[in-house]
Nanobody
Framework: QVQLVESGGGLVQAGGSLRLSCAAS????????MAWFRQAPGKAREFVSA???????VYTDSVKGRFTISRDNTKDTVYLQMNSLKPEDTAVYYC???????????????????WGRGTQVTVSS
């Protein structure tokens, strides 16, 4: 049974940092695309970042230069280091996994078969 479990969310002041983790189990994810999406109240779930099995990374424009995605294949874990957080980053953050695919498609949430339950990130002004 495939399972993705996020952790590391919380309440932080604007300008602060958080590090999210996503532990995967149930299969080997080293060749999967791993991604983070987020959903703010009343809004659609949106792409944040992804890391390809090759190590290539993709970010949505609003987090470039502030967020860093990484993975540890020995632990089947993906991380999202979030710096210089802004109130508009407030959302539930979801981890997702997709079977190998071209990096051009990694921002499409319909491509992801596996999802975690999410972790809340709240940034106060």
């Amino acid at each position: 049974q495939v399972q993705l479990v996020e952790s590391g969310g919380g309440l932080v002041q604007a300008g602060g940092s958080l590090r999210l983790s996503c532990a995967a189990s149930g299969r080997t994810f080293s060749n999967y695309v791993m991604a983070w999406f987020r959903q703010a109240p009343g809004k659609a779930r949106e792409f944040v970042s992804a890391i390809h099995w090759s190590g290539s990374t993709v970010y949505t424009d609003s987090v470039k230069g502030r967020f860093t995605i990484s993975r540890d294949n020995t632990k089947d874990t993906v991380y999202l280091q979030m710096n210089s957080l802004k109130p508009e980053d407030t959302a539930v953050y979801y981890c997702a996994a997709s079977s190998p695919r071209p990096i051009a498609t990694v921002s499409d949430r319909s491509e992801y078969a596996y999802w975690g339950r999410g972790t809340q990130v709240t940034v106060s002004s």
